[in-house]
C-alpha cells in the first residue's frame, strides 16, 4: 500500500504541474455551471407557468428536475474529458524511455497500475468536489434532498473509475497520448452506444441484455437516489476490467 501511494503522490505532483489539469477543471466547471443553471431556468419558467395558471406553487420535486439532468448531461461531459486525463499516464513514460526504469524498480505492475489509477481517480474526485457548491448554493434558497445527491455522486464516482481504468488501459497501448486519448474515447463511447442501442431494443431479450450493460442505465439508477449491489457490482466489475487489462498489456511489456 505504502508503494501505491507513493507513485500516487507522484503522479499528483506531475498532474498539478501540467496545465492539462487545471484547464479540464475550467472546462468541466464551466460546463457544468451552465448545465445547472439552465435546468434553474426551466424550473423557474415552469414554477411560473404553475403559478399563472393554477394560482399556486406546485410540489415539484428539485431533484428530479433539477439535479438528474444535470448530472446525467454531466457524464457525457465527463465522457469526453476523462480520456484526456488519463492519456499520459502511461504513454508519456513510454515516450519519455522511463518505463524501463519504471519496470525495473522494486514496485510491483499491480502497484504501479493500482498507483497511477489512484492519483488519476483523486484529481477526478477534486472535478468532482467543484461542483458541490451548485447544491450548498441551492440550499441557502429552499430545502434540498441531500441523500439522493449523495448517491448521484457515488455513482458519479463510480462510472468514473469505469472511465479512468479505460482510460489507463488505452495509455499503455502506445507511447502517443493523443492515440491514447482517441482510443479510450473509442472504448467509452462504445459502452454509450451500447445504452442507446438498448433504448431502441427495449422489448427484446437483446434489449434487456444491452439494458443491463449500460452505464447510463446504470447511473440513472445513482442518480434517481438509488444505491443498489447490482449496480455497484457492475461499476466496480468493469473498472476491475480495465485494471486487468492494463496489467496485462504493462506484464506483457516488462519481458521485451
Known sequence: MKNILTLAGKELKLYFISPIAYVLAMVFLMVSNYLFHSQVFFYSRLSSQAMQF????????????????????????????????????????????????????????????????LAAWVIYALLLGLT?????????????????????YLGLLLLGGVFLSMGLFASSLTENQIVAAVISFGILIGFWLIGLTAQTMSDSAAGELFSYLSLLEHLDHFVRGLINTRDLTYFISLTILGLFLTHRVVESQRWK
Open 54 to 117: 393554477q394560482g399556486n406553487l406546485p410540489q415539484l420535486n428539485l431533484h428530479e428536475i433539477l439535479f438528474r439532468p444535470t448530472f446525467l448531461n454531466m457524464a457525457i461531459i465527463l465522457l469526453l474529458i476523462m480520456p484526456l486525463l488519463t492519456m499520459r499516464l502511461f504513454a508519456e513514460e513510454k515516450k519519455g524511455r522511463t518505463t524501463e526504469l519504471l519496470m525495473t524498480s522494486p514496485l510491483t505492475i499491480t502497484e504501479i497500475v493500482l498507483g497511477k489509477f
Open 132 to 152: 458541490l457548491h451548485l447544491p450548498v448554493m441551492l440550499s441557502t434558497f429552499t430545502d434540498v434532498a441531500w441523500k439522493p445527491l449523495v448517491a448521484s
